[in-house]
């Protein structure tokens, strides 16, 4: 059980870390924040809502492993290196995917609300 204790501190450690060296991490959680905000706000349904936290999850565990594979290039080679700079542009690929599927889940499932607030 301690050691569960212990494993789940260094995880929640690991979030810590990428909160405050990573700019990105900060506007994605911000944006997280306002999303679910707007989306209790509209009275979204429990199963779109778990697409919604789905959408959400995604986004920030991409830039987690982003943030782990630029510590771990970083720690490798200071130098410029061809390989390095595949792996953080890869890493910062993942981050844009995960974030164009947020766009489509926020077009699909908030748009159609929000613009019946106005109709
Ligand atoms: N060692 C390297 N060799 C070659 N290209 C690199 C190297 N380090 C970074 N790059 C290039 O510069 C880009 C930005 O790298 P950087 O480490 O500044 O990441 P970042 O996306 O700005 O991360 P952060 O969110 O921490 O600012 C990379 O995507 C890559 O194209």
Redesign the pocket.
Known sequence: MLKFARAVGWAVAGVRYAVK?????KIHLVVAVLVVVICLFLGMPPAELAIMSLTIFLVLTAEMF??AI?AV??LF??????????A??V??GAVLLTAINALVVAYLLIWPRLAGLFR
């Open positions: 060296t990573q700019r990105n991490m982003n943030t630029e290039v970083d080679t200071l130098n410029r290196h061809p390989l390095a700079r595949a953080k542009d890493g910062a």
